[in-house]
């Protein structure tokens, strides 16, 4: 069923067919079109059997899921940038309490400055926060990726949060493949829970650990954690032999077999990635790309295969780590630091600046020809001009 949809309706038509029980809502731009076309679907009464709570905050949006999970709901919820943030307590409390919520993160910039646009610092935040992660590159992997999530948060009990790049995504108006709901439920079954509280037999959860236990318990999460990675490839293997199509897993490669230098992305990026590649492949230059949708639990040994013996990889992100430098960098360089290869960190589309094409393709040259020192993280399009008034140069 293709049809012309936003990304957001599309996204709140797929989680309503994996049946939630318990929507959790509190807007923020720019997830807010999420939630908005879940409530009309709860009140037209074609998403039935569902608890639609409209909250007063981002933190009680994340206690009520959790509440939820508890009693053996499927719980899902929404959010971005600030309010991310605002629930990071409650993120921390989930994953630990192992409940399989499903949250869409709509990526958004997080102040100050106060920016309403796409960047990843929101969800790469909380990138230790014991959730699985997973980025989606256009509007039909978001649509398919929450499909999935449901799947792999009930099988392995961990949260997952389901990550589209704020209006770039979100807002945009693409042809997607909707499947029907008899496929769906064929596809995502019933909630089985591992834990529920039932006043029948009342029992405590979350209580307080000590020194004693608290190791093994994160330990347990690391465990559930790596378990995970084959969990999601084998869900998206599934729904690529159901759906027709290839969508999810760990890490996507693009022409590169043969590749000399990998250009690395995560989310929306990843289109102008591969038109890059494809220019540069006309030229005679030996480029390919890898987009990463499994950023949590990371998928090493997945991006080694798909990096395959190119000599450069340059990794270009929407997010760093103030003080340190590149964030999924950092991951790559250490996958990668047994291999002869020159890992270079580049960042840029911060605050929703768009990612030319022309700014890819002059990284990814740069790099071939290895003008662009490793070691150092690079700024796309940077405003020379505008640094120099603010005394920045």
Known sequence: ?????????????????????????????????????????????????????????????????????????????????????????????????????????ANRAIGAPINIWNDHSDAMAMRDAGWIQLYAADVQEATDLHLQAFVVAEEVSLPVMVCMDGFVLTHAVEEVDLPEQEEVDAFVPPFEPEQELDPAAPVTIGAMVGPEAFTEVRYLMQQRMDAALGTVARVADDFRDRFGRRSGGLVRGYRTDDADTVLVTIGSVAGAAAEVVDELRDEGVAAGAVTVTCFRPWPAEALREAVGGARRVVVLERAFSVGRGSIVGQDVRDTLQDLPVTVVEAVGGLGGRPVRR????????????????PGQLHFLDLDHALLASAGGE
Request: charged residues 15%.
């Open 358 to 373: 022309a700014d890819v393709r002059r990284l990814v040259e740069g790099v071939a020809a290895d003008l662009l020192a």
């Open 1 to 105: 069923m293709r049809e012309q949809v936003e990304g957001s309706r599309a996204v709140a038509r797929a989680v309503a067919m994996c049946r939630p029980q318990v929507i959790a809502a509190y807007p923020i731009s720019p997830q807010t079109h999420v939630v908005e076309a879940l409530s009309d679907l709860v009140r037209t009464g074609e998403l039935a059997s569902c608890e639609y709570l409209t909250v007063e905050s981002e933190f009680a949006a994340m206690s009520a899921c959790i509440g939820a999970s508890g009693v053996g709901a499927r719980a899902y919820t929404a959010t971005a940038s600030q309010g991310l943030l605002f629930m990071a307590e409650a993120v921390f409390n989930a994953s630990g309490l192992g409940f399989p919520i499903v949250m869409t993160v």
